[in-house]
């Protein structure tokens, strides 16, 4: 169950910078740790954010277990005309979430 | 006095736990490999990503608080002085550590349509350690920042409760 919470303004002015702001809930297990029978604890982490701007791919993050625990990203785009902002998260065992914000651009 | 039925007695069995304990400790110190990235290997990376190019100080700004509680989540926030044009971009931000079991902490890819090369999240540092941050420009220069943060309680290594 993914919960990711992401911050778009809904309007913005033609060619204003916007700060985009992106929390997702996940464990991030970095991979390094026992269980407490000490058993390695496999690493199940979100690896890749992908973000377009009506389809365009505006940012790409490659994470790595030395992310906390519910990653949090902010960056900032260019508000160019309106649409949709998507957001990707892929991770470990086949992890795939997908989130979309729109955006009114005047 | 109770005896074992197979005529173990309770000194018997205390010895054998001494020496398979000793032998236990000694294999560990003979197997223990470093799960750490040092400054060698945190060098190696960041060679793997700027290749033979030199890598400069400057333009680039690293924040990270310099004393932190917990290592699980510090606040890491890069930002790069570019005019972020059609011709003068970021390309790419890395970050890297000298002490955490791997080098690697985060890479994006920014382009023109950022507007502002900024970026920010939090990231995990497993000891006191020196953080490095490296902006790729697009007329393929190399910047870089370092901040040695000092962390009193470290992330990554230790096991859940």
Redesign the interface.
């Known amino acids: 169950m993914a919960r990711a919470l992401i911050n778009v303004p809904a309007k913005a002015k033609r060619g204003e ?2 700060a985009i702001k992106t929390l997702i809930s996940h464990i991030m297990e ?1 991979g ?5 029978t000490g058993e390695a ?1 496999p690493r199940d982490i979100i690896t890749t954010l992908v973000v377009t ?1 009506n389809n ?14 519910n ?8 508000a ?1 005309e309106s649409g949709t902002i998507a957001f990707r998260w892929t991770g470990d065992n086949g992890y795939d979430v997908s989130e979309q914000a729109t955006i009114t651009v005047e | 006095m109770r005896h074992h039925s197979n005529g173990t007695t309770r000194r018997d069995l205390l010895i054998g736990a001494g020496s398979l304990a000793g032998g236990i400790g000694l294999a560990g110190l003979v197997t223990v490999q470093p ?1 750490q990235a040092t400054p060698a290997t945190m060098q190696e990376a960041i060679r793997k990503v700027v290749g033979e190019a030199i890598v400069n100080k400057g333009k680039i700004k690293l924040d990270i608080p310099p004393l932190t509680e917990n290592g ?3 606040a890491c926030a890069v930002s790069v002085d570019s005019p972020m044009s059609a011709d003068n971009y970021v390309k790419a931000i890395h970050v890297f ?1 000298e002490k ?3 080098p ?8 023109p ?13 497993a000891d006191t350690q020196s953080v490095t941050a490296i902006a790729e420009l697009s007329d393929g220069t190399f910047w870089s920042d370092s901040v040695e943060v000092i962390i009193t309680l470290g ?6 409760v």
């Open positions: 910078v916007v970095t390094f740790r026992h269980s407490t604890i701007y365009a791919e505006i940012f790409r993050a490659e994470l790595s277990p030395a992310i906390a625990a990653p949090f990203l902010t960056f900032h785009t260019v160019t | 799960s699980n989540t510090v550590n955490n079991p791997q690697n902490v985060i890479s994006v890819q920014l382009g349509r950022a507007g502002r090369a900024e970026i920010a999240t939090r990231i995990r540092l992330a990554c290594l230790e096991d859940p």
